[in-house]
C-alpha cells in the first residue's frame, strides 16, 4: 500500500469492476490515514474483505456476477429489510414494482396495533430498471411526520408481490437532561472490580457499586459513575482480565455477584449458610493485596458457594421472576448458558480443529447431548445471569434513589471474543474471515489487530438491526448513560482479513444514521445520556453526525492540544464528558511524573530511543503546565519544586477541568486517591498486569471502599468539582 500524493483514485481504477464491486457495498478502496498520508487498498485485501462480506469476487466473472445480483436484488426488491423514520417529520421509502402498479401499505406498530395514519404514494415519473429483460420501476411511499417512535412492520405489496420491512422510527436527536441545558453534571470514574470491601470476595462487585454510588452521591454529591463495561466473560477461571474483550456484549459478567446480597443467602439453612461463611473467609485475605487482583482465585471460590445458594433453592415468588427473566430473554439466553455449559465440560475454546468451538455448532446433535445430560449446570448458568442482572439493576436503583441525575455510565465494548458465545451461537451476524483493528498511526507503526470479528452490516440490514437494538437496550436497563467505546465503529470499522497484518486492511462502512437512530431511540426512552469515544483522527463528518444526534463526545486534558500547544479548558467543545485522563495513561501523579515513559522503555514498547520519547514527552509535561499558570489555575511558584507541589498540580489539572464548558465532566478516582500506577498499557497483554491493579494510595496501601469518600485527599478534589 504505497504512499502517494494525488488524494483521489483515478478514472481508470473507478471504472474497474472490483473497485465498483467494493463502492456498491460499502467497502472503501482508498483511505487517508492520520498524517494525511494516501493510500489504495490493493485488489487481494479487497477480494479477502469482499468474501467475509460472503460476496464472491474471486475473478472477473465472478465479480461480475457479483455486481449484477447486488443490483438486481437492490432493483427487484419490494422495499428494503431497513427503513430509517425521523419522528416529526415525513420520509421517504423507496419501492420497486411494474410500470402500472400502485403499492398498498400498512403499518402494524411496535404494541401490535395498526397505524391508522395516511400512507401516501409519490406518484411522478417512475425511473426504470432493466433486470433480465423485465422492466422494474422505482416509486416512493411517504411516511407521515406524526409515525410514532418504536420499532414497527411495514408490510408493502406491488402486484403479486408483497415484502415487509422493520420500521425503525426515531427522534432526530437526544434531548439533553434539565440539569445539562444549562449548566452540567459530574461525577466520578473508576474500574469496579480494583475498589474492594470487607464483604468484596477480593474483586470489586455488584455490592460494592451500589454502595460506591449511594456514598458518592451522600458525600461527594456527583450525580453518576462511569465504570468499566460489564459484559460476560467465562464460566471457569482463567477469566480473561480486560473488560474489552468480552463473550457476549448481550449478557452481564455474573463473576461480580455478590453471594450475600441475594433473598436466597438469608434464608438458607444453618449447614449452608456456614459453608458460604467459611467460603468467603477463605477468599477475604485478597481484599488487602495492593499489589494484584486474582480474579480466578475469586472465582474459583464464589463460584463454589453460589452452588451451594442454587441448590437450595428458591421461593415461589423469586423462581416467578426468574421464569419471567427467562421468557424476556428468549432464545437469546440459551447462547451464552450453553455455550458455558460447553467450555464447562469441555474445556476452554481453542484455535485446534478438534475443538468443540470449531467442531459443533447450536445445532449439533452432541450439543443437545450435552444439554440433556446436564440440565442443572445449564439452569445454573441461566441462574446466575438472572442474579447478575438483578444486583446490577439494584445498584442503579439505588443510585437514582439517592438523588443522583444519571447513576451508572455503561461502558459498551468495541466487539467481541472471536470464540465466544455471541459468535459461536450466531456465525451469521459476523464477517467471517476478517478482524477489526485500527490502520497504522503515529503511536502504533504496524497498525493494530484486535482479534475481534465485526458484525457484519449487510446481516445487519437484513434483520433490522436487531443485535444492535437488543445490545442498547439492555445496557439502558440498568444505567442512566451508555459510553460506546470508538464510537467510529458505527460509521466504519477498519477490517484486517485472517493471515494478513493490520496494515493490510480497509474500512467497511456501517449506517450510522440507522445506528444512531436506535441510540436516540433506546436513549430518549430511557431518559438517558449517550457518550461517544471519539479520541484520535475522527473525520469531520463524524463530528457533526453525533452533534446532529445530541451523543456527547469526549475531551481529555492531555489529548486537548494542537501542535504541543494546549487549547485552554474554556475552548472546549461542549458537547463532551471532559476527563483529565484515560485508563490507557498513568493516573494524574504518575503521568506528572513520567510513569508512561519509564513503563513503556521497561517493556520494550518504545520505536525509538528513550531519550527521544522523555524529550517529547517533557516538552508535553511543560506546555501543559504552563497553559495551566498562564490560565490562572496554578500558582507560577509551584513550578520550582514540582514534587513537593504534586498535590497542588493534580488540584490545578482539576480546576482547568472545571473551567470547561463541557455538559459532563468526570474525576477519576485513581487520582483521588493519589494512585500511581496505569491500569492499561496498550500493546502488552501479559508483560503487564493489565485491569488487574487493585486500588491504592500513593504509597502503595490499599484503600478500601469503607474509608475512600472520607478520604481527606479525596475530598480536596470533590470540593473543586463542587465548587
Known amino acids: 500500500m504505497g504512499t502517494m500524493t494525488e488524494q483521489t483514485e483515478n478514472a481508470t481504477r473507478l471504472a474497474r469492476p472490483l473497485i465498483r464491486l467494493a463502492k456498491l457495498v460499502g467497502v472503501a478502496t482508498s483511505y487517508v490515514g492520520m498524517s494525511h498520508d494516501y493510500h489504495e487498498i490493493e485488489d487481494d485485501v479487497l477480494v479477502a474483505v469482499l468474501k467475509a462480506l460472503g460476496i464472491d469476487a474471486s475473478n472477473d466473472e465472478a465479480i461480475n456476477q457479483s455486481i449484477t445480483s447486488i443490483k438486481s436484488e437492490r432493483e427487484t426488491r419490494v422495499v428494503a429489510p431497513t427503513v430509517l423514520h425521523i419522528v416529526g417529520k415525513e420520509s421517504k421509502v423507496e419501492v420497486h414494482g411494474g410500470m402500472f402498479d400502485v403499492p398498498e401499505a400498512s403499518i402494524t406498530l411496535e404494541n401490535g396495533k395498526q397505524f391508522t395514519g395516511k400512507i401516501s404514494h409519490e406518484g411522478g415519473e417512475k425511473i426504470a ?31 403479486n408481490e408483497a415484502e415487509t420491512a422493520t420500521v425503525i422510527s426515531a427522534p432526530e436527536k437526544i434531548e439533553l437532561l434539565d440539569d445539562m441545558k444549562n449548566g452540567s453534571l459530574w461525577g466520578w470514574m473508576s474500574q469496579l472490580y480494583s475498589i474492594r470491601s470487607k464483604g468484596s470476595w477480593g474483586v470489586g462487585d455488584f455490592e460494592d457499586l451500589k454502595t460506591m454510588l449511594v456514598e458518592a452521591k451522600k458525600k461527594t454529591g456527583s450525580d453518576f459513575m462511569l465504570i468499566n463495561p460489564m459484559h460476560a466473560a467465562e464460566p471457569v477461571p482463567p477469566l480473561t482480565p480486560s473488560p474489552y474483550l468480552p463473550i457476549s456484549r448481550r449478557f452481564i459478567n455474573f463473576s461480580y455477584i455478590r453471594p450475600e446480597s441475594m433473598p436466597e443467602y438469608l434464608t438458607l439453612s444453618h449447614e449452608d449458610r456456614a459453608e458460604v461463611d467459611a467460603l468467603h473467609e477463605q477468599v477475604e485475605s485478597l481484599n488487602d493485596d495492593a499489589r494484584l487482583i486474582d480474579r480466578d482465585a475469586m472465582w474459583r471460590v464464589k463460584k463454589h458457594a453460589l452452588w451451594v445458594i442454587y441448590k437450595a433453592g428458591r421461593t415461589k415468588a423469586r423462581q416467578a421472576e426468574f421464569d419471567r427473566y427467562l421468557a424476556e430473554c428468549g432464545d437469546e439466553i440459551e447462547s451464552y448458558a450453553t455455550w458455558c455449559l460447553c467450555y464447562d465440560k469441555w474445556g476452554a475454546p481453542s484455535d485446534d480443529a478438534d475443538n468443540w468451538v470449531r467442531k459443533y455448532n447450536r445445532d449439533s446433535e452432541e450439543v443437545a447431548q450435552l444439554r440433556e445430560k446436564f440440565p442443572d449446570t445449564l439452569e445454573f448458568y441461566r ?37 465466544g458465545s455471541d459468535v459461536w451461537w450466531n456465525p451469521e451476524r459476523f464477517a467471517k474471515g476478517a478482524t477489526v483493528g485500527a490502520p497504522p498511526d503515529m503511536f502504533n507503526q504496524q497498525g493494530q489487530d484486535w482479534s475481534q470479528p465485526p458484525l457484519n452490516p449487510i446481516a445487519l440490514e437484513q434483520t433490522g438491526f436487531k443485535v444492535y437494538r437488543d445490545m442498547v437496550h439492555d445496557m439502558f436497563a440498568n444505567a442512566g448513560a451508555v459510553r460506546i467505546d470508538h464510537i467510529l ?61 445530541g451523543i456527547l463526545g469526549c475531551a481529555v486534558e492531555w489529548f486537548e492540544q494542537m501542535d504541543g500547544v494546549f487549547r485552554t479548558p474554556k475552548d472546549w467543545r461542549p458537547y463532551a464528558l471532559a476527563s483529565v485522563n484515560t485508563h490507557d495513561m498513568p493516573p494524574a501523579a504518575g503521568y506528572l511524573e513520567y510513569g508512561h515513559v519509564k513503563l513503556r522503555e521497561q517493556l520494550g514498547l518504545l520505536s525509538g530511543p528513550v531519550e527521544e520519547f522523555q524529550k517529547s514527552a517533557t516538552a508535553e509535561h511543560n506546555a501543559m503546565l504552563n497553559m495551566l499558570v498562564e490560565e490562572g489555575y496554578l500558582d507560577k511558584a509551584a513550578l520550582d519544586d514540582e514534587a513537593a507541589n504534586e498535590n497542588e498540580i493534580v488540584d490545578a489539572l482539576y480546576r482547568g477541568l472545571k473551567g470547561s464548558p463541557c455538559k459532563l465532566m468526570a474525576a477519576s478516582i485513581v487520582d483521588a486517591v493519589g494512585e500511581k500506577r496505569t491500569q492499561n498499557q496498550p500493546g502488552t497483554n501479559n508483560e503487564y498486569p493489565n485491569w488487574r491493579i487493585p486500588l491504592a494510595d500513593g504509597e502503595g496501601n490499599v484503600v478500601p471502599l469503607e474509608k475512600l469518600f472520607d478520604e481527606p485527599r479525596l475530598q480536596e478534589i470533590t470540593a473543586i468539582m463542587r465548587g
Open 383 to 419: 441462574w446466575l445471569e438472572w442474579v447478575a442482572t438483578d444486583q446490577l439493576h439494584a445498584a442503579q436503583q439505588a443510585a437514582r434513589k439517592a438523588g443522583m441525575k444519571i447513576g451508572i455510565v455503561a461502558d459498551m465494548a468495541v466487539g467481541v471474543h472471536p470464540a
Open 489 to 549: 465503529g458505527l460509521f466504519r470499522l477498519w477490517w484486517i482479513p485472517e493471515g494478513k497484518p493490520a496494515t493490510d486492511g480497509t474500512y467497511v462502512h456501517y449506517d450510522s444514521d440507522v445506528m444512531l437512530g436506535i441510540l436516540a431511540l433506546e436513549a430518549s426512552r430511557a431518559g438517558g445520556v449517550v457518550v461517544g469515544e471519539d479520541l484520535g483522527v475522527v473525520p469531520a463528518y463524524v463530528s457533526k453526525s453525533l452533534s446532529e444526534h
Open 129 to 159: 430498471h432493466e433486470i433480465d429483460s423485465s422492466f422494474f420501476f422505482t416509486s416512493y411511499l411517504v411516511l407521515p411526520a406524526d409515525l410514532p417512535e418504536g420499532y414497527h412492520t411495514l408490510e408493502v405489496t406491488v402486484g
